[in-house]
């Protein structure tokens, strides 16, 4: 029996004596055979409880004084069975730290079979089945069931052996399984506004975000808003709006359209969007490349029916010429890619053709280009420049970056472009592109 909290004063209980020896009746009856409770009976002299008569009303000093009681007859019911021969279960491990489904445990106590997997454990009165081989016959491990229904909540745990003695139970709280999200969130800009943006126009532009995980997730969605130009933040942030509302459920491999609307502020110049989302439990963040919003000049959109992906190879560390690592640039952290000054190296791009299998084959031509930062610190090769790419098919090219000038610390940013040119059968040319900053290290 689990001790619990002396009552507080002015706690009144009604209780007959013939209710308080059903509970003991009870404890006494869970393990031992009636030579074993008359034995018992015997050593309890030193136990006594005053009369009470029905109606009676209990004050919380002789209700403490019950429940003291009650915690030594069941400190004495384990001793006797311990000393009888049945089994006793001393502590289960863990101890100090919360009991997971799925997790494992240690059931440590006395008499036990001998062989370990003989033994029944029970939960709640039903068998919990994979006493694993490394248990012995003090200390039985088992897995916590996955199928535990209720969680969070406590769980009498009661050992069994083969000659049907079972051992007082022990009460444990198990909590839910420990759920460790992995994976990313991809996100592919899937359209914008058409033509020139001119001040006040309402922009609308439109986000596919991918759930590569283990788990379903619920996502934080945010607007990140940098290389602001002509007015402030909070004037583009004053008609901002993104659907659906955050935070957006998503299942593993389903794929999610999210819009963010803006409208362009009075003497606005220049802007750049990104869409940020972030996981339930904040270790898994994703963001999309950045949109430059320029005044009098059309939003350049990257068609979704190209992918990006950088491979830099099993071999790289943290000394390769170019290798992954975050870069910051207008306060906003992304991947990008490391460069040591002066040094060059390559990595691969891999170039995906999003359409679905079966349509035809797309022609496309690749261009590395500097969009921001001096062009001359900096010159990039592409091994193929071009070729054919069939639809839900990838094409590896290899891109070689060469760092020229420029102090430890500067950064740049740049733009791979695929320009599909084939026509016919339906398909039309567009160009898809990825933005990758760029920094120089030591």
């Known amino acids: 029996m689990a001790s619990q909290p002396p009552a507080t004063a002015g706690l009144t209980i009604t209780a007959t004596t013939t209710r308080l020896w059903q509970t003991v009746e009870a404890i006494l009856g869970r393990a031992l055979t009636d030579a074993e409770r008359g034995s018992f009976t015997t050593r309890l002299a030193g136990l006594s409880f005053a009369p009470v008569q029905p109606g009676d009303l209990i004050t919380a000093d002789l209700f403490n004084a019950l429940r003291a009681d009650l915690n030594d007859l069941a400190i004495r019911l384990a001793a006797l069975e311990g000393a009888a021969g049945g089994p006793v279960i001393d502590r289960i491990l863990p101890e ?10 240690t059931i440590v106590g006395r008499n036990f079979a001998s062989a370990p997997r003989s033994n029944r454990v029970l939960f709640d009165g039903a068998e919990v089945h994979g006493i694993r081989l490394d248990s012995t016959p003090t200390a039985l491990s088992l897995p916590v ?3 535990l229904a209720g969680l969070p909540r406590t769980i009498d745990i009661q050992v069994e052996t083969p ?13 839910p ?7 990313t969130f991809p996100i592919q800009p899937a359209g914008g506004p058409a033509g020139t943006v001119s001040i006040g126009d309402l922009l609308n532009f439109a986000f596919d975000v991918t759930a590569q995980t283990l788990f379903a997730d619920s996502l934080a969605l945010a607007a990140q808003l940098s290389g602001l130009a002509g007015a402030t933040e909070a004037a583009w942030r004053a008609a901002l709006a993104i659907t659906p509302a955050s935070p957006m459920a998503i299942e593993p491999g389903q794929t999610r359209r999210v819009t963010v609307s803006l409208r362009v502020p009075a003497g606005a110049t220049a802007a750049d969007l990104r869409l940020l989302v972030t996981s339930d439990d904040g270790a898994i963040q ?3 490349d950045p949109i430059q919003i320029r ?25 390769s010429n170019v290798r992954p690592g975050p870069v910051t640039i207008d306060g906003v952290t992304s991947p990008g890619i490391h460069v040591r000054a002066g040094r060059s190296g ?18 496309f031509a690749h261009a590395a280009t500097l969009a921001t930062g001096p062009a001359a610190n900096w010159a990039f090769t592409l091994t193929p420049a071009s070729g054919p790419i069939a639809a839900a098919d990838n ?13 430890v610390g500067a950064t740049a940013t740049l733009r791979f472009e695929s320009r599909q040119t084939a026509s016919g059968g339906g398909l039309s040319p567009y160009t898809g592109f990825t933005t990758i900053p760029l920094e120089i290290v030591a």
Request: glycine content about 12%.
């Open 96 to 105: 100090g730290t919360p009991i997971r489904a799925g997790g494992l445990i």
């Open 145 to 147: 069931p996955l199928t």
């Open 163 to 175: 000659e049907g003695r079972r051992s007082p139970a022990r009460p444990v709280r198990i909590e």
């Open 177 to 183: 399984q420990a759920r460790v999200q992995a994976g």
């Open 286 to 288: 994703s963001q999309s």
């Open 295 to 319: 005044v009098g000049a059309p939003v350049d959109v990257p068609d979704p029916r190209v992918g990006y992906a950088l491979d830099f190879g099993p071999f790289v560390t943290p000394a």
């Open 346 to 363: 390559s990595l691969i791009v891999r170039v995906s053709d999003l359409r679905p299998a079966g349509q035809p084959a797309g022609s």
């Open 395 to 407: 094409a590896d090219i290899e891109l070689a970056i060469e760092n020229r000038a420029g102090a």
